[in-house]
């Protein structure tokens, strides 16, 4: 009997500020067991971007790739 052993991608995309930054990599991290990404929001999405964790402005996307 042959066992696969496949891995699934699990793909997250956090939006945040900067006072939950570190705890957004740190989610990724937990979830995907794999490096983070980290870059800024782009100007016409920041407009209504909000944090995923307080009513604050989003100025970061932390993302596994």
């Known amino acids: ?9 699990t ?3 956090i939006l945040c500020c900067k006072e939950h930054v570190e705890l957004a990599l740190d989610v990724v991290v937990d ?3 794999e ?3 980290l ?6 999405e920041e ?3 909000k ?3 307080c009513d604050g402005r989003a100025i970061y996307i932390v993302e596994n790739k």
């Open 11 to 13: 793909r997250l995309r």
């Open 51 to 53: 944090c995923e964790y």
């Open 31 to 33: 979830e995907t067991e």
């Open 47 to 49: 407009l209504s971007t």
């Open 39 to 44: 870059e800024t929001v782009d100007n016409h």
């Open 1 to 9: 009997m042959i066992q696969s052993h496949q891995k699934v991608v």
């Open 35 to 37: 490096v983070p990404h």
